[in-house]
Every structure is written in C-alpha cells, then in structure tokens.
C-alpha cells in the first residue's frame, strides 16, 4: 500500500460547520429532526469506514464526521421551548399569518435555526422578520426593512 502525501491527508479534513452564536432554541419536532441528522451521519461514517481503498475511506468519511461533530453539538445544546401556551402575542413555535405592503398574504412558524426551511413555512427565531413579530399581537403593524406587515392571526 503506497502512502498517501500530506496534501492528500489534509484534503480529507473538513473545517467545522459554523455553530450559530444565539441558544440553540428548537421545537420537539427540531430536536427530533436533528437526533435523526445525527443517525443519518453515523450510518453515512461507518458505511464510509467500510471502504477498503484507505484514500477512499478517508475522503468518503470526511463530510459524514464532520456533520457528527456538528449534529452532536446541536443535539447538546438544544433547548426545548414548548407550544406558546396562548395565541395572544407571536412567540417561539407559533405560527404568525402576515399581509405585506404590496397585498401578499404568508404565513410562517417560527422555529430554531436548524429547522427553519422558508419554502416549507418555517422561519429562524433570530430571522429579522421573526424578531419584529415576537411578541406583537393580532392587528400590529411592524416594519422590517424598508416594508409594513400586519400580524392578521396567530395559532
């Protein structure tokens, strides 16, 4: 087996993911998700582990290790928030329905940063819209940017 240069060893080595600086905040369903990435990394590694070609295995296993690293820090450092226990004011793990300046109606649930997916309706809690929403009730209005939104429901 030849041995490998140590430009082709450092080439196996990923940087971290960056770790959000803001409480790791999640919902149940956030923790379970990110419980699941973690698995998901595991089963990736030691299928990558399996490889003979040792230039291979090292190259195969370098993302799936590096999601570990990350996906186990989440996992640690979540914090579970509950439901809002009312639909009085916008908070963590409500969902706020909003008209924009120019008539668009959306409709987001604020979450923790891993679970947010704008196109499937889930926005970060530290996500400029989300942070002008918390805490407003029904029939405020707030800007953001150079735009009005006026909270119309929360549930």
């Given amino acids: 087996m030849k041995e490998e240069s140590a430009e082709t060893a450092a080439e196996t080595v990923l940087p971290d993911r960056p770790i959000s600086p803001h409480p790791n905040l999640v919902t149940e369903t956030g923790l379970k ?8 990394a595991r089963e990736a590694l030691e299928a990558a ?3 003979e ?3 291979e295995r090292r190259r195969q296993a370098a993302g799936p290790a590096r999601d570990i690293r990350y996906f186990a ?5 979540a914090q579970v928030l509950p439901r809002p226990a009312s639909n009085e004011v916008v908070a963590f793990g409500a969902t706020v329905r909003f008209s924009r300046d120019d008539g668009r109606e959306q409709s987001y649930r604020i979450v923790g940063e891993d679970e947010a997916d704008p196109k499937a309706g889930t926005i970060s809690y530290v996500s400029p819209v989300a942070r002008a929403l918390t805490g ?8 953001v940017g150079n735009q009005e939104l006026e909270i119309l429901a929360i549930s």
């Fill in 73 to 77: 820090e989440r996992v640690h450092s």
């Fill in 33 to 40: 998700a990110l419980e699941q990435q973690l698995q998901s």
């Fill in 136 to 143: 407003k009730s029904v029939g405020d209005v707030v800007t």
């Fill in 49 to 51: 582990n399996a490889v």
């Fill in 53 to 55: 070609d040792i230039n």
